[in-house]
DNA sequence: CTCTTGACGCCGG
DNA sequence: TCCGGCGCCAAGA
């Protein structure tokens, strides 16, 4: 990869990631399938470098469990937002981690689970 | 050019 | 439900 190519990719990265509302959120995995470029290993990179300038607690493991770097902060956002949450903090059994099959969210789709 | 590492993902026990 | 191992893609040493 060039580094005009790693550029672009960054850009597109960040800017899907701003994409994302408030509420919801979205897997490395899903990112990298949208972009069709590198895979969820590329887009935590990208994130761990430029990540501190977008919405990065809006970005999570595909099980909906939170990196081991963003534990802390990520929690705080989601209150504040009424990110769907399962586990511990949303008085359930288990450990704190993010409904994925309510705050999933793809672009353009829109909001495909969510009664 | 080769080896190691990483904000990951999926399968099996 | 929780823990561990293997596979993927690309960058950095």
């Known amino acids: 990869m060039d580094a005009d190519q790693r550029e672009a990719y ?35 990179a990208v994130m761990a470098t430029y990540g501190s300038g977008v ?17 802390r902060g990520a929690l705080e956002h989601y209150r504040v937002e009424s990110t769907p949450l399962r586990g511990a903090a949303a008085g359930e059994s288990g450990s704190t981690r993010v409904d ?15 009664p």
Not at 11 to 31: F, N, T, W
Not at 56 to 70: E, S
Not at 100 to 114: D, E, L
């Open 10 to 44: 960054v850009e597109d990265v960040l800017s899907l990631v701003e994409s994302i509302p408030p509420g919801r959120v979205m897997a490395y995995g899903q990112i990298a399938e949208c972009l069709e470029r590198g895979g969820p290993r590329q887009v935590g």
């Open 55 to 71: 919405p990065w607690w809006r970005v999570v493991r595909a099980d909906g469990t939170l990196p081991d770097c963003h534990q």
């Open 100 to 114: 994925m099959a309510r705050a999933a969210w793809q672009p353009v789709t829109g909001t495909p689970g969510r």
